[in-house]
């Protein structure tokens, strides 16, 4: 079986732009189509090492925050209802608790951003971030905090070709460098199956200049059913995802 959700290969983060078409307004996900890598990712200096390595795992599977007062009252409010869903849904494998004086810097900062939603990738021992902005979504922030917890997109993980076609010709100039695939040897592999259902799957419509599709399904390799570009709630694969990450 083919693995499922990339780990990261330097510190991503997701960031969000104004869209500028029907199909992208429609779509619960377009807050995070910035230009940054692949959208949505902030770089996180001196992180050169991928996800592979559990040093780059919250310790415990337990994330810890601290929320900037600058934070408006509703992302503050979806920021806690996200972190509860994302426990209750893996069980208590993934877990979050306010920052203490003796964390130091080992923290990642929920801050205001004034558009947009966006988050580094991973555990590095010292501060990172999620930036939001009062228009994200509860679904769009436990997308965010997957990313602090390690996950990259679901359209990037090495082997993609062989269930989605990248359309660059629809893609908004400027931005076609968020498609990039990485490679086997940048993410780690969990045995789990391609997974448009992913609450980490951007829309078929992300980052397009004329509303056609910018990633095209393989003809049959979409299950019946199933929503690409979700933000409702974590799919089966995702909680399996991080299950397998933090070993619990």
């Known amino acids: 079986m083919k693995a499922i959700v990339l780990m990261l290969v330097g510190i991503a983060v997701a960031a969000a732009a104004p869209v500028d078409n029907a199909a992208d307004r429609d779509d619960p996900s377009s807050l995070e189509y910035g230009n940054l890598i692949e959208g949505d990712i902030e ?3 001196g992180a050169f090492s991928g996800l592979l390595s559990t040093s780059n795992r919250w310790p415990g ?5 601290k929320i900037d007062s600058s934070l408006s009252s ?7 209802t996200a972190m509860q869903r994302i426990t209750e849904e893996t069980k208590g494998c993934i877990r979050f608790r306010q920052a203490t004086s003796s964390d130091g810097s080992r923290f990642v900062r929920i801050r205001d951003r004034d558009s ?4 580094t990738v991973g555990y590095w021992g010292r501060e990172t971030r999620v930036s939001l902005s009062p228009r994200c979504s509860v679904g769009t922030i436990m997308h965010e905090f997957q990313h602090t917890l390690g996950v990259y997109h679901q359209q990037s993980r090495p082997d993609r070709d062989s269930y989605v076609k990248i359309a660059l010709e629809n893609v908004k100039s400027g931005h076609e460098h968020n498609f990039s695939k990485r490679s086997s040897s940048q993410v780690g592999t969990f045995g789990l199956r391609y997974d448009f ?5 951007y829309s078929e419509y992300a980052f397009s200049k004329n509303g056609q599709k910018t990633i095209v399904p393989l003809p049959g390799k979409v299950p019946s059913g199933v929503k690409i570009g979700q933000r409702d709630r974590m799919s089966t694969n995702d909680v399996a995802l991080l299950k397998a990450m933090y070993k619990c």
């Not at 509703?74 to 806690?80: D, F, G, I, N, P």
């Not at 947009?116 to 988050?119: H, I, Q, T």
């Open 43 to 45: 770089p996180l200096e």
């Open 61 to 65: 599977g337990v994330v810890v925050y």
């Open 74 to 80: 509703t992302a503050k409010s979806r920021s806690l």
């Open 116 to 119: 947009g939603c966006s988050a």
């Open 197 to 201: 259902g992913s609450q980490m799957h």
